[in-house]
C-alpha cells in the first residue's frame, strides 16, 4: 500500500499490556500491529489513576512499542466521589490536542471495549472523526442489558 492511501488510525483501548499487567488487552495490542503494517497507529491509553500527581493528567511515556507509537497517560482521581471519571475523559482530550498541536490527526478513531467508546465518541462529535468501537465481552452487554430487558443497546449485534 503506498503512503498516500495510509490511514491514521488513532487507537483507544480500555485495556493494554503495561508494567502492571502484561496480558491485558494483549489482543488489542496485536490488534494495532496487524493494522500497522498498512496504516499509521498511535495508541492512546490511559493507565488510570495516580494518587500523587499533581496536575490533572499526565503524559507518562511517548514512544515506539513493537513498532507503534505508543502515548500512556494517567490521570489524577477526583476529590469528588464517583466523578474521576470525567478526569479520564478529560485527560483523554487533552492528550488528543497534543496529537493535533503536532500536526497529527487520525482519519478514524478506532475505540476497544465500551468505556474507551465514550471519549472515542465525544472526540469524533468534536473534530467529526469517524469513529469505529469494537467491544470485548465486557459488563455493559451482560449487566445493563439484562437489567434494563427493554433498551437496545446501539453496540450490540446480538
Known sequence: MTDEKRLKILFIPAWYPSKQNSVAGVFIKEHAKAVSLYNEVIVLYSEGC???????WKIISDKEEDGIRTIRIKHKKSPIPKTTY???LWSIKQAFKELLIEGWRPDII??????????????GKIYKIPIVITRALDWFSSSCI???GYIKSPFCNE
Open 50 to 56: 495516580d494518587k500523587d500527581l499533581n496536575k490533572t
Open 86 to 88: 470525567f478526569i479520564y
Open 110 to 123: 478506532h475505540a476497544h471495549v465500551f468505556s474507551a467508546g465514550v471519549p472515542a465518541v465525544i472526540l
Open 146 to 148: 439484562k437489567k434494563t
